[in-house]
């Protein structure tokens, strides 16, 4: 057998949208060739490095050791800056990666704010609402094209459209109460950069049927 040379993937995760469908989306965006595998639970915990998921593994080219990460935002930035999803100018990458952080504190903060944890719901409604407010203003900054960064695809366009997905596909099943608030968040700007994601030739193959996740598109 030849050494391959290009690298290919194994990601792990658990088979539902949640905090592994960006890197999915990046790895069809990075058009590599990539496999999901869903890992028996609990019975595969001890073999993760952190005993969780998603972990993503690089297979090594040629002769050279597989590459094991773990950790979402980790595995997100390893493909987005290898294939070039991730803005190269770093100040243009940071303002991507911290647009990333305040998306997920929310989705952390929404699990014990739909438990109804004392202060989490006034903590959680007041995140969302500066989302709105940063998401409007930096999509209005960028020229209301569907991006935010420039006029292509990049990482944080990925990232928006998997939050909704996932957390919409989440709401519905522990927290329906809070589903229009969250829709709330798709304003003209965001439906845009919902619609330019779910065209990108690219993705086809993973955004052909996620209507579903996307109310305020019908
Ligand atoms: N900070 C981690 C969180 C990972 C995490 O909590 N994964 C959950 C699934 S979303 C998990 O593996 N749960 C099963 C378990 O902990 O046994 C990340 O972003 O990757």
Known sequence: MFPS??????????????????????????????????????????????????????????????????????????VARKYGLMPSEPKEASRQEQLREQIFDIVNISYAAAKGAEGFKARFDELLAKLKE?????????????????????????????????????????????VDVVVGLATPDVVKLILAVKADPCLQSRVANDDQYFPFLA
């Open 5 to 78: 040379e290009k690298p290919s993937y194994i990601f792990k995760y658990f088979a539902v949208p949640g905090i592994g469908e960006a890197t999915r989306l990046l790895l069809t965006a990075a058009k590599v060739n990539w496999v999901e595998e869903n890992p028996e639970w609990p019975q595969e915990k001890p073999n993760q490095p952190f005993g969780r998921l998603p972990v993503l593994i690089e297979k090594g080219t040629g002769d050279g050791p597989d590459f094991v990460i773990c950790e979402s935002a980790a595995i997100e930035r390893y």
């Open 134 to 178: 940063v998401l409007a203003m930096e999509l209005k900054n960028n020229g209301s094209n569907g991006h935010f960064t420039g006029d292509k695809l990049t990482y944080i366009d990925i990232i928006i459209y998997s939050f909704f997905k996932f957390f919409i596909f989440n709401l519905k099943a522990y927290a329906p109460e809070y």
